[in-house]
């Protein structure tokens, strides 16, 4: 059992995700309150993402048409 940083619930490990920097090897926070958390990150900073997306997209054409044709070459 691991009691959540967020939540303050105490929980099973199967509730949090792996991390090696901790000392027990999981995340402070359960699944749901990271994913929560992760949420708020999002719609808080979702134009600099978007922007910082299209410009690594413009400045990697390469890669980025190599993945397009791995993408799209697979039986879907």
Not at 44 to 63: H, V
């Amino acid at each position: 059992m691991k009691r959540c940083t967020s939540c303050k619930i105490d929980k099973p490990f199967e509730d949090f995700r792996r991390q090696s920097k901790t000392k027990d090897g999981y995340k402070y926070r359960c699944k749901a309150c990271d994913n929560s958390a992760a949420r708020e990150y999002y719609q808080r900073k979702k134009k600099k993402i978007i922007e910082n997306a299209l410009e690594w997209q413009k400045n990697n054409p390469d890669k980025v048409k190599e993945y397009k044709k791995r993408y799209y070459s697979k039986d879907n």
